[in-house]
């Protein structure tokens, strides 16, 4: 079903994500483009094994290329909440130095508790 999809991503998701107002505040212009948008397969094949996996999230991609906003919200509710099943999680504790590995989605459950996390992001293929 989501053969050929291709997801769109926004990084105007303020709702979500404070991460690009607090780095305006921090290093950043005001008059910096207000939005970048970028488009991916919504399943991406892994370059080693070949195995497939989901390349949307919740933080950023607000709908299929082609397709509204409203006709992508089911489909993509749908696949937001399937990524976070339990069956598919790992939870780790909030260890000094605990690595998470790639492919990984964080959830936010830990509300009422200070957790700072780094994101890295590395150079690789084009998504597939």
Not at 23 to 34: F, L, N, T, V, W
Not at 42 to 64: C, D, M, Q, W
């Amino acid at each position: 079903m989501l053969a050929g999809l291709t997801g769109v991503s926004s990084s105007a998701r303020a709702d979500v994500t404070k991460s690009r107002e607090d780095r305006i505040k921090s290093d950043g212009r005001e008059e910096a483009q207000q939005e970048y948008l970028t488009e991916h397969p919504a399943v991406r094949t892994h370059p080693e094994t070949g195995r497939k996996s989901l390349f949307v999230n919740y933080v950023h991609t607000i709908r299929f290329k082609d397709m509204s906003e409203e006709e992508s919200a089911p489909l993509l509710n749908y696949l937001f909440q399937h990524q976070i099943r339990p069956a598919f999680t790992c939870r780790l504790p909030g260890l000094l130095g605990t690595t998470a590995a790639p492919c990984t989605i964080q959830v936010n459950d830990y509300h009422g508790y200070r957790r700072v996390m780094h994101r890295i992001t590395l150079a690789g293929d084009k998504p597939r």
